[in-house]
Nanobody
């Protein structure tokens, strides 16, 4: 059974960092695109970063560029999201998702067909 499990969320102060993990089971992350999305209260779910694991291509919106970095560890079958200089507006439930790799990735929910349950990130002083 394909499964994605997120971890690493928590409560931090503005300016601090967190590293989220997305552990896959039932399949290997290579030859897949893995994306991170977030859902804040009252807002639509939005993509924050994705990686085409085998090719290494990544994609992220301007709102997180320079602060968020996505990476993969094929040996651990895990994808990470390093989040630095966190802001209150980054508060959300963060989800990882997997879809077929096409050499590149776009932050389109329709490209991802397996989703994790999410991990809460709260940025507050």
């Amino acid at each position: 059974q394909l499964q994605l499990v997120e971890s690493g969320g928590g409560l931090v102060q503005p300016g601090e960092s967190l590293r989220l993990s997305c552990a896959a089971s039932g399949f290997t992350v290579d030859y897949h695109a893995i994306g991170w999305f977030r859902k804040a209260p009252g807002r639509e779910r939005e993509g924050v970063s994705c990686i085409a694991v085998t090719g290494g291509s990544t994609n992220s919106p301007n709102s997180v560029k320079g602060r968020f970095t996505i990476s993969s560890d094929i040996a651990k079958n895990t994808v990470y999201l390093q989040m630095n200089n966190l802001k209150p507006e980054d508060t959300a439930v963060y989800y990882c998702a997997a879809g077929p790799e096409q050499g590149w990735c776009l932050l389109r929910e329709s490209d991802f067909d397996n989703w994790g349950q999410g991990t809460q990130v709260t940025v507050s002083s």
